[in-house]
């Protein structure tokens, strides 16, 4: 499957932005599918998941109230709802997708081998 992410841009402190993932070449109704961004300089880290029917999400503490992922594999697509923004939320954000085993709440980035090139968000204050 390839995923490609677009959505990001810049933002001010208590902004939204709404990012979209679609997928091409297999249905992504067969992955779960998660976000996860890397901020320049450091490492890349667990944003968001949510499981192949959309029945249970998980998401990173940092994040949790004020995100929102959803999926809609008719469309073949993932989106990530980020309100509340603030300036620790810069990074490039990356859609991911997992086929095999996938523990939703670990976010670990292994087991999700199917990278989409990433969309920068940025936050100003």
């Known amino acids: 499957v390839q995923l490609q992410a677009s959505g990001g841009g810049f933002v001010q402190v208590g902004g939204s932005l709404r990012l979209s993932c679609t997928a091409s070449?297999?249905?992504?109704?067969?992955?779960?599918t998660a976000w996860f961004r890397q901020a320049l300089g450091k490492e890349r880290e667990f944003v968001a998941a949510?499981?192949?029917?959309?029945?249970?999400?998980s998401y990173a503490d940092s994040v949790k109230g004020r995100f929102t992922i959803s999926r809609d594999n008719i469309k073949n697509t993932m989106t990530l709802q980020m309100n509340s923004l603030n300036t620790e939320d810069t990074a490039v954000y990356y859609c991911t997708a997992g086929n095999g085993i996938v523990t939703l709440r670990a976010g670990r980035p292994s087991e999700y081998p199917f990278w989409g090139r990433g969309t920068q968000v940025t936050v100003s204050s």
């Open positions: 949510i499981s192949r029917n959309s029945g249970v999400t």
């Open positions: 070449g297999r249905t992504l109704s067969s992955y779960a």
